[in-house]
């Protein structure tokens, strides 16, 4: 004798599952209303692009809305290069090896290391041994060694996600394997790269020990890759940790997530519009 | 069978590993004429059709021994340059496999590998490659809308046309109507009996009938080794081997 027919146990399955996706759902949409409803109010023009004032209690966050574009746009520089070379090469011109296999356990082992790790590399590493300082510099190098791994892993996937026979195609046409790569591999493997490095955007953006440890926390625009940054993460993380002023760490949290929602639109957007034109 | 010779294959033998899928072929392919290969599943058409652009090559393991002799020139020689190689030999796979962009890019994919950047050329290929693969009248209000759009047999004949984009001297078809309705089949047929003024055309086929219909001579593989080869006339009528006449009339394979 069942317990429960089949036809309940699939009811009870559909609730809980239903039921788990909700509370997802709740607490994220809680958190984000949460931070948009109490940090809305601060924010106007002002506050995008003036200076802050007494250590932030006053003013706006100009220079750390920079200070997040650019520290970003800078691992990623570093790391994207590099990333998707060793993933193409790790592909498409070594075979299945002994080396292969150790190089991506490597990479795995090293995406899953806490960010804090590499703040202390980079602060000893680029801060005291190279004197960088703290800078910008220091710390998109920093970032960009902790984004790496998953950079060379998701676009490895994407990579592999792409058939062997439009390879074989490409080649019975005449290509080189450089040819292949570019004009048939990486378009193909693009949606898979971008959401890899969507991620890494976000690792970055939302980091604060490891930037606080190379790139430091100065509150005045950077004139050069030589100046101390802080990010919106880093500005009010400080602004409430060191109770200056609640009210604008919630307008700072407020601009982050409406930037990185932007960024998500924005992207999945243009990628929606690269994938129609070719399907 | 006074033609010109265009591939000569002297002792050619193929291993996967240690397994032996070619076993010492001699076979000369005339230019402008049709060779087709008949034979049953695993007996080594498609590896043989393979060692001809050395596609084979990106297999892992793969090995040849032997001369494969294109106009006189060893393919298998060290220095030989494989991407001019599979220029000048074209390839039809089984299924039909269109890049993921528009038809117009799928067949210009070669000519602009090769160099060719200017627009109306690149038009006039398209154009002549799609009348020659009796593709042109389907699609030629649509030249910038994806190909894989098109239907089965519409992107086959693409990868037909795509393949004499490029100019190649040989055409190796790989079965290339196993997916395609009857309709599509004649229409490839048609054009590869078109074709064959121009280019010398080697046709992998497992259906019996098609080699009968097109292919002015016709090799029999089995288990990996050439059974014989002949006239298609006199293979379909006077097989001198007791297998292929087996094969031809349908009693095994």
Not at chain 1, 88 to 107: A, H, P, S
Request: glycine share 8%; charged share 20%.
């Amino acid at each position: 004798m069942r317990l429960v027919s089949p036809k309940w146990t699939q009811r009870i399955a559909v609730g809980v599952l239903g039921a788990a996706t909700l509370a997802t759902l709740l607490i994220l949409l809680f958190i984000i209303v949460f931070v948009l409803e109490k940090g809305l109010r601060t924010i106007c023009w002002n506050f995008l692009f003036t200076d802050p004032q007494d250590m932030g209690r006053a003013g706006g966050i100009f220079p750390t809305l920079i200070g997040t574009l650019l520290l970003p746009l800078l691992a990623l520089a570093v790391a994207l290069p590099l990333g998707v070379g060793t993933a193409v090469y790790l592909t498409e011109y070594t075979r299945e090896g002994r080396l292969t296999r150790i190089i991506r356990f490597g990479t795995d082992c090293l995406a899953g290391i806490p960010s804090i790790i590499f703040g202390l590399f980079g602060f000893i590493f680029f801060v005291t041994i190279l004197k960088m300082g703290w800078c910008l510099l220091a710390g998109g190098l920093t970032l960009a060694i902790m984004i790496l791994p998953t950079i060379i892993r998701t676009t490895e996937e994407a990579i592999r996600a792409v058939p062997y026979s439009y390879r074989e195609v490409s080649f019975s046409l005449g290509a080189t394997r450089w040819a292949t790569v570019v004009k048939v591999v990486l378009p193909n493997a693009l949606p898979g790269i971008v959401t890899g490095v969507m991620l890494s955007i976000g690792r970055c953006i939302g980091e604060t020990a490891a930037v606080i440890f190379t790139a430091g926390q100065a509150l005045h625009l950077p004139h050069s890759v030589f100046d101390s940054v802080r990010t919106m993460s880093v500005h009010f993380y400080i602004l409430a940790r060191e109770g200056i002023s609640a009210k604008n760490a919630y307008g700072t949290a407020a601009v982050l997530i409406i930037s990185i929602l932007l960024l998500n639109v924005t992207t999945y957007w243009l990628m929606h519009r690269f994938i129609g034109r070719r399907t | 069978m006074t033609a010109e010779i265009k591939f000569s294959v002297r002792r050619l033998c193929a291993f996967h590993g240690r397994a032996e899928s070619l076993r010492s072929i001699t076979l000369d392919v005339p230019d402008h004429r049709i060779l087709g290969i008949i034979g049953p599943a695993s007996s080594g058409k498609t590896t043989f059709l393979r060692t001809l652009n050395r596609l084979n090559d990106l297999i892992p393991d793969f090995r040849a021994t032997g001369q494969v002799l294109l106009d006189s020139a060893d393919i298998y020689q060290p220095d030989f340059d494989v991407v001019g190689l599979r220029k000048r030999v074209g390839m039809v796979f089984a299924l039909p496999v269109p890049l993921p962009m528009s038809i117009h890019d799928n067949i210009t994919y070669g000519p602009r590998l090769a160099g060719v950047r200017d627009r109306q050329q690149l038009y006039d290929i398209v154009e002549r490659t799609l009348q020659a693969a009796f593709l042109w009248d389907e699609v030629k209000d649509r030249l910038h809308s994806s190909a894989l759009r098109l239907s089965g047999g519409q992107q086959q004949r693409l990868c037909l046309a795509r393949v004499l984009a490029m100019e190649p001297e040989v055409v190796l078809l790989d079965e290339p109507c196993s997916g395609l309705d009857p309709i599509s089949t004649a229409k490839i047929e048609e054009a590869l009996v078109a074709l064959k003024i121009r280019y010398s055309i080697i046709l992998v086929t497992n259906n019996t009938k098609q080699a009968s219909r097109v292919a002015d001579d016709t090799a029999f593989f089995l288990m990996g080794e050439l059974v014989e080869h002949g006239l298609t006339e006199q293979i379909f009528t006077v097989p001198r081997d007791q297998r292929t006449g087996d094969y031809i009339t349908g009693r095994f394979g």
